[in-house]
């Protein structure tokens, strides 16, 4: 199997051009925001009614994703009813490697990040990116060390933005 490149511009437009409702969060979001860390994935957290969950399972589809790190053929069906069963699922794509999530620690989901949520153009498509305020609650809750790591140079990004007038 051939490992597809990073192309998050890709499944912003096929998310954009569903109408998937989601948030960019996790490493990708700080990026955006001004963190010098580097990623080759993309996480999201998306919102679970079903005509979401069904545009964003033909999303999955349409990037040929598959579920990373499964080796053998799973009986696994990519579909809005098993994307409803879960929380969090992490996908290799076409487009690269991509983690959607409902509930990012910390966090009660969508509806509690897309309120202070940016909406940021991306080479032509609206993107709906974390706050950073955000996403320290989320690293936080995680306490993973590379989570930790992160948290300490979003908060000096976060003290350097309070600094601007």
Known sequence: MTVASFD???????????????????????????S????RDLDICYARDRANLEALAGVLQGLSA????????????LDAR???????FTFTTAAGDL????????????DDLA?????????????QVTSIDDL???????????DL????????LRQEIDRQP
């Not at 983690?99 to 969508?110: C, F, H, L, Q, S």
């Open 8 to 34: 998050p511009v890709r499944i912003f437009r096929a998310l954009d051009a569903a109408g998937v409702r989601y948030v960019v969060i996790g490493a990708f979001a700080g990026r955006i925001l001004g």
């Open 36 to 39: 010098p860390t580097v990623t």
């Open 66 to 77: 598959h579920l990373r790190g499964v080796t053998e053929a799973s009986p696994f069906r």
């Open 82 to 88: 098993a994307l409803a069963a879960g929380d969090a």
């Open 99 to 110: 983690d959607v999530m409902a509930t990012p620690a910390g966090t009660a989901g969508y």
């Open 115 to 127: 309120p202070t949520a940016t909406t940021i153009d991306i080479d032509g498509v609206r993107v």
């Open 136 to 146: 320290m609650r989320m690293k936080r809750a995680a306490g993973r060390p590379k």
């Open 149 to 156: 790591i992160e948290l300490e140079v979003l908060g000096a």
